[in-house]
C-alpha cells in the first residue's frame, strides 16, 4: 500500500470514528422531544413560562433531560437530587458561564456573572465572599435597618389609622438600590431623583439587553471579529457605547468613594476596603459595581413577593405581628439580633424563597468537560438548566405547593418539619430554599446580605404595619390563584396595589424616630 493511500484510510477510519463516538454520544444524552432535522429542538422551545413546560416534560422524560438548539446540547434538570448531584457535588465540572460576546464588547467581560473559571473568578470571588461574608454583613446591620426603617416610613407617610393605597415598586426598589449603594461604595441615598441610582440604572439596562438573543453575535460569537466600519457591524457601535456608559458607572462611583477617603469621611464599604491596599487589583473595582446589577433586582422581587403574600394572607401578618410583639414589646422595632427568637418571620422569609422564587431557572452554567450520570453522557459545552421552579413546587416535598405556607417549615409535635415528616430520609429530607441562591462555587456571594435585608424587611414590616386588599393596576381585587408574574430571568410580580397603615401611633412613632436598635 503506497504511503499516500495508507494516509487516505487512516483519515477515513478516523473520520468513521469520531462519527460513531459523536453518535454514540447522541444517542447517550438524556431523553427528550425529538426536534427535526437540521433545527432540532428550536420549534419545541417555550417562548415564556419555560419552567412550566420543563416542568410538564418532565411527566415524559424524567427529571434529566435534553434537548439540542442552534448545535447547542442543553440538558435541564428538573429534579432536587440530580441538582444536588451533579452541580452541587460536581461543582467545578459545571462552573463554567454561558458566554454573550454582545455582553462583553460591552463593557462586561470584568463582571463575575459572566466570567467563565480562569485566572480572574478566584481573585474576584474570594474578595467578594470574604467582604460580604456573614460576619461582615452584620457589621452593616445599622445601615441596613436605617434603609428599611425609612422605606416604611415612605410607605406609611398618613396618619396611623388612616390606611393609603399604594405601588409599593417604587419604594421598594429605592430600598434595594439604598442598601447596595450604602454597602458597596458608602454612599447614602438622600434624594428620589438620586444620580448614582440614574446612572447604575441606565448602565443596568445595557447589560440586560446586551445578552438578548436579538444579537447575532451571541449566537455566532466569530462576529465579534468584524470592523465596526462593515456594513450590518451596527452591533459594534452599540456596543462601543454602552461599554462607555458602563465604564463611567464603574468610574464615577469608585472615584466618589476615594474622595471620601482623601477627605476622612468616608463610611465603612465594600469599596473603602478595596481601595485601602494602594495595590489592589483594578479588576475588583468591577468586582464591587457588579453588586448593583445582581442584587437590585433580585432583592426587589424578594421585596414585592413579600409584600404580594402579606397582603393575600392577613392571618399570616397576624401570626407574625404575636410573635415580635411577645418579643419587644412595642419599645422598639425587631433587628437582625432577633432572628433566632423570630421563627415564623423566618419562615416567612424561607416561603417567599419557595413560594415565588426571585428565579425560576438558574442562571445556566457550562459544561466544562464531559460527564457520565446515570448511564447518560453530558458532554463538554452543554448548557446546563436548573429549573427551580420545579424543585420549589415539588408536591411530595412541599404539599400544596402554590399554597403560601410558611408554617411547613416549623416543627410539628414529634419534631418534623411539616412538609417533610412523611419523606425517607435521603439525603434530600433538608430545606431546598437555599439554591435561590445559586449552587455550588458558583453560589451567589452577595447572598448573606440579601437574606439580612429581607429578614430586616419582613420584621420590621409585620412589627409596625398592616398591609391588604392587594388589587391589579385596573382595581381587580388579585387572589392567591389569580397572582400574575412578569416573565423574565428575575422573576417580578406583575405591577400591584395594596392598602398599608401604620399598626397604632406607637409604630408610627418608631417608624418616624428611626428607632431601629
Known amino acids: 500500500m503506497t504511503l499516500p493511500a495508507a494516509f487516505t484510510l487512516l483519515s477515513a477510519l478516523a473520520i468513521l470514528a469520531f462519527a460513531v463516538r459523536r453518535r454514540s454520544h447522541r444517542t447517550r444524552l438524556p431523553p427528550g422531544p425529538s426536534g427535526w432535522p437540521v433545527i432540532r429542538n428550536l420549534l419545541d422551545m417555550p417562548k415564556e413560562h419555560e419552567w412550566l413546560a420543563f416542568q410538564e416534560w418532565a411527566k415524559t422524560y424524567g427529571d434529566i433531560m435534553s434537548i439540542s438548539v442552534m448545535g447547542n446540547t442543553i440538558v ?35 463582571t463575575i456573572g459572566v466570567t467563565s473559571p480562569g485566572d480572574k473568578l478566584p481573585t474576584m470571588r474570594r474578595f467578594i465572599n470574604t467582604s460580604l461574608g456573614p460576619n461582615c454583613v452584620r457589621d452593616y446591620e445599622p445601615a441596613i435597618d436605617a434603609s428599611v426603617t425609612d422605606c416604611l416610613r415612605r410607605l406609611t407617610h398618613s396618619k396611623a389609622e388612616v390606611a393609603v393605597t399604594v405601588d409599593p415598586c417604587v419604594q421598594l426598589r429605592r430600598l434595594a438600590a439604598s442598601v447596595i449603594l450604602r454597602v458597596a461604595y458608602g454612599y447614602e441615598v438622600l434624594k428620589e431623583d438620586d444620580k448614582f441610582i440614574k446612572l447604575s440604572e441606565v ?50 462611583t469608585i472615584e466618589w468613594t476615594q474622595t471620601e ?50 397582603a393575600l394572607h392577613p392571618h399570616v401578618q397576624e401570626r407574625a405581628q404575636r410573635e415580635v410583639e411577645n418579643l419587644v414589646q412595642g419599645t422598639r422595632l425587631p433587628n437582625l439580633g432577633d432572628r433566632q427568637h423570630l421563627p415564623y418571620v423566618n419562615a416567612i422569609v424561607k416561603e417567599v424563597y419557595r413560594w415565588r422564587g426571585v428565579a425560576n431557572i438558574a442562571l ?108 391589579d393596576l385596573k382595581g381587580s381585587p388579585i387572589t392567591e390563584d389569580s397572582v400574575s408574574y412578569l416573565p423574565g430571568v428575575v422573576s417580578q410580580p406583575a405591577p400591584f396595589l395594596c392598602r398599608i397603615r401604620a399598626r397604632d401611633s406607637q409604630a408610627e412613632l418608631l417608624l418616624s424616630d428611626g428607632l431601629a436598635v
Not at 210 to 233: K, Q
Not at 265 to 287: C, F, K, Q, Y
Request: net charge negative; hydrophobic share 40%.
Open 76 to 110: 435541564i434538570l428538573n429534579g432536587e437530587r440530580e441538582v444536588k448531584e451533579l452541580i452541587v457535588s460536581n461543582g467545578a465540572t459545571f462552573a463554567g458561564r454561558v458566554r454573550f460576546p454582545m455582553a462583553e464588547l460591552s463593557g462586561w467581560s470584568n
Open 203 to 252: 448602565a443596568l439596562e445595557t447589560f440586560f439587553t446586551s445578552t438578548a438573543p436579538v444579537w447575532l453575535v451571541n449566537a455566532f460569537p466569530i462576529l465579534r471579529y468584524m470592523p465596526a466600519w462593515m456594513p450590518g457591524a451596527y452591533f459594534k457601535r452599540q456596543a462601543a457605547e454602552w461599554s462607555d456608559i458602563a465604564e463611567k458607572s464603574r468610574r464615577e
Open 261 to 310: 477617603l482623601d477627605e476622612g469621611r468616608a463610611l465603612p464599604s465594600v469599596a473603602a476596603e478595596l481601595l485601602g491596599d494602594p495595590n489592589h487589583d483594578p479588576i475588583l473595582e468591577w468586582t464591587v459595581a457588579d453588586m448593583y446589577g445582581a442584587g437590585v433586582d433580585t432583592t426587589l422581587s424578594a421585596s414585592m413577593t413579600l409584600f404580594l403574600a402579606l
Open 364 to 471: 445556566p452554567r457550562r459544561a466544562l468537560q464531559t460527564t457520565e450520570y446515570s448511564g447518560y453522557i453530558i458532554p463538554e459545552d452543554a448548557i446546563i438548566m436548573m429549573n427551580l421552579w420545579s424543585i420549589f413546587h415539588n408536591p411530595e416535598k412541599y404539599p400544596e405547593p402554590m399554597r403560601f405556607r410558611p408554617e411547613r417549615y416549623l416543627p410539628t409535635e414529634d419534631g418534623t418539619k411539616a412538609s417533610l415528616s412523611d419523606r425517607e430520609d435521603d439525603g434530600l429530607n433538608e430545606d431546598a430554599t437555599r439554591y435561590v441562591f445559586g449552587l455550588g462555587v458558583r453560589q451567589c456571594p452577595g447572598r448573606h446580605l440579601a437574606d439580612a435585608t429581607l429578614f430586616i424587611l419582613a420584621a420590621k414590616t409585620v412589627a409596625s404595619c398592616y398591609i391588604d386588599s392587594p388589587t
